[in-house]
């Protein structure tokens, strides 16, 4: 099956940035900016730029902010000081945003600093978008027994392998043939598309059933498409199941995700941001003539921390089985621009990685 990101990106260019100097007078920077340059090379200017931290040095973090005021672990839990979430707060309620942040009823410490859970919760249930069934999204103000009881409904057995029956019985449907190949191709497009999401009409197997289809170009890709389905299932049943916390659903779409979160037009969103504040987005286009990779990607601000920033996000996977869910939003933490951490050097590292992958 083919794997496609709603990515694709990679244009802003990394430029690295010495602390300025007050008391330096600009030709004395400029010279030694140079000759820095010479010497080391442009990743020792990267080098002086302060950097969040990983590794054990993180303090049981994967990621640990350059001021010690956020961490990140894995893709579903971040932390951070509870001065930096009400000035999170504070400022996202003035931009509009139909979110807010609170604090999980988990914290942990790192370097004598108390972190919280950040849980990104909608303001009101009047701000759940269309799409989000407000029986399972978390509202600010409910206390622990009611996001208890949302994320047991949530985790309804019943509820997740309806569409495992929808492929289970259309599988079924075209084994015996039970119907001609135009209205099986029909009944196989829509369920692809609902669990493929668009990236599916790029599929060799699913464009051999166009524009006649015939009982073998159906049978063939319903049993790709089977088989990939079935590997994908128990993934999808431990990502969807098993939440600690009552996390914001998010659907399969980087952009759509950040316009939700933020309660911003999304035309409005492709702007590039060295430095996007909390209720502001990161944005990146790639390079558009390449035949692989990724075209672009958006990521919602929700924490700063110097120059650091904390996001929560999606990108865009054909190879889930789920295309609104739980499991798709995650954290991720982003350096200071004009660090081979930033937003824009990450991202492009990814792209180049995923490009190496998809070459024949």
């Known amino acids: 099956m083919v794997h496609a990101h709603d990515h694709r990106s990679a244009s802003a260019q990394r430029t690295a940035k010495e602390p300025r100097k007050s008391e330096a007078p600009a030709t004395s920077r400029h010279s030694a900016l140079a000759a820095l340059q010479r010497t080391a090379g442009n990743a020792a200017v990267t080098r002086a730029v302060q950097r969040y931290t990983e590794g054990p040095a993180a303090e049981g973090f994967d990621k640990l902010s350059t001021n010690g005021s956020i961490g990140v672990r894995g893709r579903y839990e971040a932390y951070a000081t509870g001065a930096l979430i009400e000035e999170a707060r504070g400022r996202l309620t003035a931009t509009g945003a139909p979110i807010t942040l609170e604090r999980g009823p988990t914290a942990e410490t790192a370097g004598g600093v108390t972190l919280y859970r950040v849980l990104p919760v909608y303001v009101s249930a009047q701000r759940i978008p269309p799409g989000s069934d407000p029986a399972y999204e978390p509202v600010a103000g409910e206390s622990e027994e009611q996001?208890?009881?949302?994320?047991?409904?949530?985790?309804?057995?019943?509820?997740?392998?309806?569409?495992?029956?929808?492929?289970?019985?259309?599988?079924?449907?075209?084994?015996?043939?039970?119907?001609?190949?135009?209205?099986?191709?029909?009944?196989?497009?829509?369920l692809a598309l609902d669990a493929m999401g668009v990236s599916v009409l790029g599929d060799p197997a699913f464009q051999a059933m166009s524009p006649t289809p015939?009982?073998?170009?159906?049978?063939?890709?319903?049993?790709?498409?089977?088989?990939?389905?079935?590997?994908?299932?128990?993934?999808?049943?431990?990502?969807?199941?098993d939440p600690d916390e009552l996390l914001i659903s998010l659907p399969n779409d980087c952009k759509a995700a950040a316009a939700q979160l933020l309660g911003a037009d999304p035309t409005g969103l492709s702007q590039v941001r060295e430095s996007p504040q909390v209720g502001e987005n990161h944005y990146i286009k790639f390079d558009s003539s390449l035949d692989t990779g990724w075209n672009n990607h958006f990521a919602a601000v929700i924490l700063r921390d110097g120059g650091d920033t904390l996001t929560y996000e999606t990108a865009a996977d054909s190879n889930s089985v789920v295309q609104h869910g739980k499991s798709l939003g995650y954290f991720a933490m982003y350096g200071a621009h004009g660090t081979d951490e930033s937003f824009a050097s990450t991202l492009k590292a990814q792209n180049e990685e995923y490009r190496t992958r998809q070459q024949p």
């Open 147 to 190: 996001r208890k009881d949302k994320r047991k409904q949530y985790n309804d057995p019943q509820r997740l392998p309806a569409l495992a029956v929808r492929v289970a019985s259309l599988a079924a449907k075209v084994q015996a043939a039970k119907a001609d190949p135009a209205a099986l191709f029909g009944e196989v497009s829509r």
């Open 214 to 241: 015939t009982l073998k170009t159906v049978m063939t890709f319903m049993r790709q498409f089977n088989g990939w389905f079935s590997e994908q299932l128990p993934g999808m049943r431990r990502q969807e199941k």
